[in-house]
């Protein structure tokens, strides 16, 4: 079974950074797109950043210019670097992979459990 776990959330004010990292373990396992998820309170989950396995990314609208997103595919890991920070950033981001794991028909989308970013106003 792979596992995918989130960390590097925390409380920055507005205008700091963050990185947030992200692993996928276990064994039998393909990862071919990773990407970060965000989801505020009362609001809907929405698409952050998604990054191919060849580099290529995609980013929301709100966040170009702003943060990063980048992987390591030897190591199956992905990372988010937030810069200049602000109130409405403020969210749980969920790490995410399309991959296929042995036993298992088709590529799925899987997720983190999530990591909590504060930023006051």
């Known amino acids: 079974q792979v596992q995918l776990v989130e960390s590097g959330g925390g409380l920055v004010q507005p205008g700091g950074s963050l990185r947030l990292s992200c692993a996928a373990s276990?064994?039998?396992?393909?990862?071919?797109?990773m990407g970060w998820y965000r989801q505020a309170p009362g609001k809907q989950r929405e698409l952050v950043a998604t990054?191919?396995?060849?580099?290529?990314?995609n980013y929301a609208d709100s966040v170009k210019g702003r943060f990063t997103i980048s992987r390591d595919n030897a190591k199956n890991t992905a990372s988010l670097q937030m810069n200049s920070l602000k109130p409405e950033d403020a969210a749980v981001y969920y790490c995410?992979?399309?991959?296929?794991?042995?036993?298992?028909?088709?590529?799925?989308?899987?997720w983190g459990q999530g990591t909590q970013v504060n930023v006051p106003t």
């Open positions: 995410t992979y399309h991959g296929t794991e042995v036993g298992v028909v088709g590529v799925k989308l899987h």
């Open positions: 990054i191919t396995r060849s580099g290529s990314t």
């Open positions: 276990g064994s039998g396992f393909t990862i071919y797109e």
